[in-house]
Nanobody
């Protein structure tokens, strides 16, 4: 069983920064990609950033403000979020896909940006 634990969410003022972490544990086949998604109330869950074999990809809305990184040895992915805006308020979810295409989700961590 694979278990993902997110941390680092919280309340921050507009223009502030937060760093999210997601650690994967359990029996994991080789990881192909790790990603962050977010979902605001009444909205669908959208990809924020993903990293596949070291290559990052970002949603247009966060380019230049967010940075995704990965510690392969610890099966951990990070999301550094700078210049946060109220529109970034959402529950942020970690997603891991292994080489067998099995997909795992974390339970989410709340990020709230006040204006």
């Amino acid at each position: 069983q694979v278990h993902l634990v997110e941390s680092g969410g919280g309340l921050v003022q507009s223009g502030g920064s937060l760093r999210l972490s997601c650690a994967a544990s359990g029996v994991i086949w080789k990881i192909n990609s790790m990603a962050w998604y977010r979902q605001a109330p009444g909205w669908q869950r959208d990809m924020v950033a993903e990293i596949t074999r070291g290559v990052p990809n970002y949603a247009d809305s966060v380019k230049g403000r967010f940075t995704i990184s990965r510690d392969n040895a610890k099966n951990t992915v990070f999301l550094q979020m700078n210049s946060l805006k109220p529109d970034d308020t959402a529950v942020y979810y970690c997603k891991v896909v292994d080489m067998k295409a099995d997909t795992y989700w974390g339970r989410g961590t709340q990020v709230t940006v006040s204006s």
